[in-house]
């Protein structure tokens, strides 16, 4: 059954440091997300991706964080100059084209901390 | 109270009872998920019920939607020590762009 891949489980960075966040959706998805989850708290929405370019994103989403459809099926997550508080686990995921009916499929996640 | 409430925040049951927690949302939607979430590991869906639909079932599990109370319930019948998670519900709006909104989750822990 095809899955949404993320690399590293898991990554420690120094605060200021950059981070890429990988993840590999599944093949003939179109629309790919991106979410975290600060320990003990729920799963907050950060941005999506469609045709290459950033759809929607929210107010966490700031000038640190920018993402990226490198080839045909990578999808990355970048942190310029990580803080603490970006210590969470994110998610990517990604669903088919048909509507926003259609279920998304999440990625075992990637635990970041930020020491 | 945000999108995607559930309730309640924490349940405690034994095996072999059922598990019934609730969700509540505030704007149109599109559909409905209820995910599952093992302490510190990833979200594994668990059904999918569309605006236009009012109950589905998959397995131990039904959802019901009232998209006139703006409120879903998953029941878990004849639960399992394994069944022990965080439960949450998450919403897409009619005017998003698929992207989801989760609720704070109901910690389910099943006692054998």
């Known amino acids: 059954e095809p899955e949404v891949t993320q690399t590293p489980s898991h990554q420690v960075t120094q605060m200021g440091q950059e981070v890429i966040l990988r993840c590999v959706p599944i093949s003939n998805h179109l629309y790919f997300y991106w979410y975290r989850q600060i320990l003990g708290q729920k799963v907050e929405f950060l941005v999506s991706f469609y045709n290459n370019e950033i759809s929607e994103k929210s107010e966490i989403f700031d000038d640190q964080f920018s993402v990226e459809r490198p080839d045909g099926s990578n999808f990355t997550l970048k942190i310029r100059s990580t803080k603490l508080e970006d210590s969470a686990m994110y998610f990517c995921?990604?669903?088919?084209?048909?509507?926003?009916?259609?279920?998304?499929?999440f990625g075992p996640g990637t635990r970041l901390t930020v020491l | 109270s945000q999108q995607g409430e559930e309730d309640p925040q924490a349940l405690s049951i034994q095996e072999g009872e059922n598990a019934t927690m609730n969700c509540s949302y505030k704007?149109?939607?599109?559909?409905l998920q209820w995910y599952r979430q093992n302490s510190g590991r990833g979200l594994v869906h668990l059904i999918l019920i569309r605006s236009n639909e009012r109950e589905k079932h998959s397995g131990r599990l039904r959802v019901t939607l009232d998209t006139s109370k703006k409120s879903s319930s998953l029941l878990i019948t004849a639960s399992r020590a394994a069944d022990t998670a965080s439960y949450f519900c998450a919403t897409v709006s009619t005017d998003s762009w698929g992207k989801f909104q989760f609720g704070a989750g109901t910690q389910v822990v099943v006692t054998p």
């Open positions: 995921a990604s669903r088919s084209s048909g509507g926003s009916y259609n279920e998304q499929f």
């Open positions: 704007t149109s939607i599109n559909n």
